[in-house]
């Protein structure tokens, strides 16, 4: 990941809202949740989370799908993880008793 899409990802996440939604979405798992849901479990209006949801999915946070006349919102855990690896692909010189399992590069 880039510095700039990283940095962009983050801004994304440099919202209240958004970041509990995303945890939300994490504990959910991969089944994820209705948008209907998410919204009455935060008290967050249903066109305020969706303008959230719609920025968590361009930062590559979220993924959707239709199910019925619902959407359903799940954390996209490739986007995730590619955040985390980007934060400690370096993790402390490579030290596994510090990053422990968080150690991208991997020694020759």
Known sequence: ??????????AALAQPSRLT????LV?????????GVIAERLSVPAPTMSFHLKEL?????????????????????GGLRELIDFLLADCC?????????????ESA
């Open 57 to 77: 999915s361009r930062a590559g946070l979220v993924q959707s799908h239709r199910e019925g006349r619902s959407v359903i919102y799940a954390a996209d855990y």
């Open 21 to 24: 939604v995303l945890k939300e």
């Open 93 to 105: 010189q490579g030290d596994r008793r510090l990053c422990g399992p968080y150690v991208i590069k």
């Open 1 to 10: 990941m880039e510095v700039n899409i990283a940095a962009e990802t983050f």
């Open 27 to 35: 504990q959910a798992g991969p089944a994820g949740l209705r948008a």
